[in-house]
């Protein structure tokens, strides 16, 4: 799964940018990494989004070298390129391995400095730190739950800006209240907001469910809307230690949301996207 980087604004019909990637990532590795467009357009258009906007939506992730024009037989159809591959097995891990981190794990920081030569670089750096989650102790300096390293590293790396960078892990031994630096270096309160945003969205969604059976449908619809919209929350929150968090964090709750309507919906949602992408996704190229 990738992370939410996509701008088309709020709505389903409204955000074909961002429904195709939750399509292309829970779905295309399932059929050897290629989709039809025909198959694609149709599940899109289940959520609301209307043809020119599913397609133009998948020239865009071409264009970020995310997907390869391929055609299977008669069926004309994107695979996955190897970068896309890997960045939705870095977001897998972060979108449904979420955790929380506990105080004495300790913490990640990360020091810049970039030439102004390479001011493109900084900027890059600050807006890649900030989707991974980190927090802001200064501008040349950042911090998160000490877990994330191993994805900072990849992605660092992968961006070819580690050598712009210093890391370094430990524990916080002195100088100042730990739960008032959290607050100082993350918006704990638009976390709040996003995360009671999910709820209200949600809970509705989860409450039908457990009292009205649905269609595969209808499942489908449900299971792509919910993990669009979560799929941002992991990134914007990165597992930061409840104990430093305001009493009764509603993260708690969204999180357990996400999971409860992850397990009645994903395999129906799955049976569904199958049969509508059709036996053709899994034939390989004919030369």
């Known amino acids: 799964m990738i992370a939410d980087e996509d701008q088309d604004g709020p709505g389903a019909a409204a955000q074909p940018g961002r429904l195709i990637l939750t399509v292309y990532g829970l779905y295309a590795r399932r059929h050897d990494g290629w989709l039809p467009i025909a198959g694609v357009v149709r599940l899109l258009g289940e959520i ?77 750096l600050r807006s890649t730190l900030t989707r991974l989650g980190f927090g802001t102790v200064s501008p040349g300096t950042w911090i998160a739950p000490r877990h994330l390293e191993p994805a900072a590293r990849r992605t660092l790396d992968r961006l070819g800006l580690t050598a712009f960078t210093q890391m370094f892990a430990g524990r916080h031994v002195a100088g100042g209240d730990p739960v008032k630096l959290v607050r100082a270096w993350w918006d704990l309160e638009g976390l709040q907001r996003l995360y009671a945003e999910f709820l209200d969205r949600f809970g509705p969604v989860a409450r039908r469910w457990a009292t009205e059976p649905g269609t595969e449908a209808r499942a489908f619809t449900d299971y792509v809307e919910m993990l669009t919209a979560w799929r941002r929350l992991p990134y914007a929150d990165p597992g930061l230690p409840l104990e430093l968090l305001p009493a009764g964090w509603n993260g708690q709750r969204a999180e357990q949301l996400f999971a409860d309507l992850s397990d009645r919906l994903a395999e129906p949602a799955a049976r569904y996207a199958d049969a509508v992408l059709g036996p053709a996704a899994g034939v390989p190229a004919v030369d």
Request: glycine fraction near 10%; hydrophobic fraction near 45%.
């Open 48 to 124: 609301g989004a209307n043809v020119q906007a599913a397609r133009s939506a998948t020239h865009r992730l071409k264009r970020r070298g995310l997907l390869i024009a391929q055609r299977r037989g008669e069926a004309a159809g994107y695979v996955l390129s190897d970068a896309a591959r890997g960045i939705l097995a870095e977001g897998d891990v972060r979108i449904f391995g979420h955790r929380r981190a506990e105080v004495d794990e300790g913490w990640l920081l990360v020091v810049f400095s970039v030439p102004d030569a390479e001011r493109a670089k900084r900027y890059q």
